[in-house]
């Protein structure tokens, strides 16, 4: 049985390791800086062992699922530790800068790195949240570079099933992070500056889905968020600008009183969207309720 | 038996005439362009009478369940077929232009008129499209001025009631589109500006629950949007303004590399959504799938 050591037993990790032990496939080892969480995970048998973060690590796949600067210190101060040719993997949200950093580290010490980003989450954190059914459904991505070891991404493409997952985006590191600049960081900037109208205050009453829906994801980890925002500033931009224009056409559409020129911005909008679900199927929406 | 006529069986008429009938405490009179939608709602029982648009109507209430221009052409071409001293209310989204409107022709004729305002829809339209759940535990908002009958008003809480709505607003109609332009407004424009980014095309595998709750509501009927939005113009413009103002301070702190700044952005965000998750409680998706 293939042994995986989870690296961070917050939200995502503590939901991979209760999503895995489910599927019975893999011996499950955990790491976290609070030994609390170790003992209550291992009591309820998501993991089987717990590394003390001292000794060699003996798992076949080691995933830090922490964010990017403590996964960092991570691969600087333990990969040492890790069994040559093993596979390690990361849970970033962003990859241009943790993926150049790790494979070059994990490439000294005789380990397969390839980077990975679970398209899956809450607006909740740590291990008290985690939930088994966190991946259901969900797309994984995995990077590919010149250095990937083919045989590497096929046991984290069959991890990721066996968390749940329904699609294996495989892409480079750049691609990745042009396009979470979009699908991910830029809703998450714009939840936090919609619940900052004076209006948010008084919204009970006056409020339904739309109001729900775009301010959901305001409720995020400040710390993980602005170190994700920053390590991806030029993509970022890049959207912020793109949405910040088209936003002002609508603007300018009212201040002109165009009837059909703003007929025309929503007409578009609603053709954009009934193609993306025509293509893509509609994504329901994930209640962990 | 209360008499209750439904003036448009759409989306919202056509999920009003169903969830009033499983109610069974009203008689219902249904109203439509298309004949085939009468006949069809009425050959499945949720209608007990067509009107033909032409005869008097003996309805106690009537919902005008149709666009703020066409209500407008309703009021004009039908009030004088409405029986006196019942009530009149639409659905319209806006407020402070169609009840002006709407009092001054019902005072001529002795009609109590009420502006009503159901928050309640899916991103869908049409009888086809309608369902009797649509109302339940949302938010029925009804405006108030010193010409509104009480006796009316308390008619029309309890037809809300009746719908499956769990909370009735009274409010002005000034108030209302101060509000709706922040709740419902401001989101419906960000959906279509949000999906027009040329990122939006690639994002199968590379998205999750933030880009669908952010893009949902894009595909709207622009006919009805763009004149909800024209008709709301100043409060929208000042709301837009606001946004812009707010992306923008994300975009100088990203520009800027400055940690703090984005961390406090991040974090303002973060306090604000979870006071009002204190506050008013959490909303659920609501899923009609």
Redesign the interface.
């Known amino acids: 049985m293939k042994k995986i050591a989870v690296i961070g037993l917050g939200l995502m990790g503590g939901s991979m390791v209760k999503a895995l032990k489910k599927k019975g496939k893999y011996k499950l080892v955990g790491f976290d800086i609070s030994f609390d969480t170790l003992s209550l995970a291992q009591k309820d048998g998501f993991i089987d062992e717990i590394w003390n973060g001292k000794d060699k690590l003996d798992s076949d796949i080691t995933v830090v699922a922490l964010s990017p600067s403590k996964t960092i210190d991570f691969i600087n101060e333990k990969i040492n530790l890790l069994k040559k040719g093993s596979i390690l993997t990361d849970i970033c949200g962003v990859k241009e800068s943790i993926c150049a950093f790790a494979e070059k580290q994990a490439e000294k010490y005789d380990i397969n790195y390839v980077g990975g980003h679970p398209?899956?989450?809450r607006e909740l954190s740590g291990f008290s949240n985690s939930v088994e059914n966190l991946f259901i459904n969900?797309?994984y991505?995995l990077t590919k570079t010149d250095k990937t070891n083919e045989n590497a991404l096929e046991e984290l493409s069959e991890m990721a099933y066996g968390l749940g997952c329904s699609?294996i985006?495989v892409?480079t590191p750049k691609k990745?992070d042009?396009?979470?600049?979009?699908?991910?960081q830029?809703?998450?900037?714009?939840?936090?500056?919609?619940?900052?109208?004076?209006?948010?205050?008084?919204?009970?009453?006056?409020?339904?889905?739309?109001?729900?829906?775009?301010?959901?994801?305001?409720?995020?980890?400040?710390?993980l968020?602005?170190e994700l925002?920053?390590l991806n500033?030029e993509n970022?931009?890049i959207?912020?600008?793109?949405?910040?224009k088209?936003?002002?056409?609508?603007?300018g559409a009212?201040?002109s009183?165009d009837?059909q020129r703003?007929?025309?911005?929503?007409?578009?909008?609603?053709l954009?969207?009934?193609r993306?679900?025509i293509?893509?199927g509609e994504?329901?929406?994930?209640?962990f309720?």
């Open positions: 398209m899956a989450g969900r797309s991505i699609d985006t892409t990745h042009e396009m979470i600049a979009y699908t991910s830029l809703p998450h900037i714009l939840a936090g500056a919609y619940v900052k109208s004076p209006a948010s205050d008084e919204h009970k009453g006056f409020s339904a889905g739309s109001y729900h829906d775009v301010s959901r994801v305001a409720s995020v980890d400040e710390n968020w602005s925002f920053l500033k970022l931009l959207e912020i600008d793109i949405l910040l088209n936003i002002t056409e609508y603007k009212l201040i009183e009837k703003i007929l025309n911005a929503v007409k578009e909008g609603r954009l969207k009934e993306d679900i293509k893509n994504e329901k929406p994930h209640n309720g």
